[in-house]
């Protein structure tokens, strides 16, 4: 039977600071994401998909296995997608050039992406993902919901459940939102993209 884990981080978890402080990552990947990949193995036994991999079964399921697996994978994309904080963090490779080609520039893209977050009702994801046609969609995800299952590449998402950012920015979600694009680390997400 497939057991899953709780993912290590690719930094430490002091890395992020000042975006995203060591206290915030203790509690939503230590405790938070922890707490998913608990309840996903307890949910597993008997239900046919215990030997799938995480992305089949945010595909093929629902219910509460969807709920957990879908949270594994969408904060297993959030927490691999950053690097130290940089000023002036901007798209480059592939990546880079698709946003300006399709969006203008990338501040458009932001603008339009960070929109999308700031005006996603309750809790979810905003996400940056392709077709297959390789057109870039902004999506807005409610709950666990994750591209995949519309049949899109996710590429970067921004986590907008209010524990990814509480500790830090407390209600000021357009304030996190703005900051943690100091963070994305493009070469990730043109891996993402490949």
Same mark, same amino acid.
């Given at each position: 039977m497939n057991k899953f884990e709780l993912i290590s981080l690719p930094y430490s978890p002091d890395a992020l600071e000042p975006v995203i402080s060591a206290e915030t990552i203790a509690f939503h990947?230590?405790?938070?994401? =922890?707490?998913? +990949? #608990? #309840?996903? #193995?307890? *949910?597993?036994?008997? @239900?046919?998909?215990?030997?799938?991999?995480? $992305? $089949?079964? +945010? @595909?093929?399921? $629902?219910?509460?296995?969807?709920?957990?697996?879908?949270?594994?994978?969408?904060? %297993? *994309?959030?927490?691999? =997608?950053?690097?130290?904080?940089?000023e002036n963090n901007q798209p480059n490779g592939r990546i880079g050039e698709a946003i300006v080609g399709q969006f203008g520039s990338f501040d458009a893209f932001r603008e339009e992406f960070q929109k999308k977050g700031a005006t996603l009702f309750g809790s979810g994801w905003v996400? *940056? @993902? @392709?077709d297959s046609d390789g057109? *870039? +969609?902004?999506?807005?995800?409610? #709950?666990?919901? %994750?591209p995949l299952t519309k049949g899109l590449t996710p590429l970067l998402t921004f986590d907008v459940w209010e524990h990814a950012y509480y500790l830090d920015y407390q209600n000021r979600r357009p304030d996190y939102q703005a900051a943690l694009w100091q963070l994305i680390d493009w070469d990730e997400v043109n891996r993402r993209l490949a």
């Open positions: 990947h230590g405790k938070h994401l =922890q707490t998913y +990949v #608990n #309840n996903l #193995n307890a *949910l597993l036994p008997g @239900s046919g998909f215990e030997d799938m991999k995480l $992305e $089949e079964i +945010v @595909s093929k399921s $629902e219910g509460g296995i969807f709920n957990n697996a879908g949270q594994i994978l969408n904060h %297993n *994309l959030y927490f691999t =997608q950053f690097r130290s904080p940089r996400w *940056l @993902s @392709s057109k *870039l +969609v902004i999506t807005q995800e409610p #709950n666990a919901g %994750n």
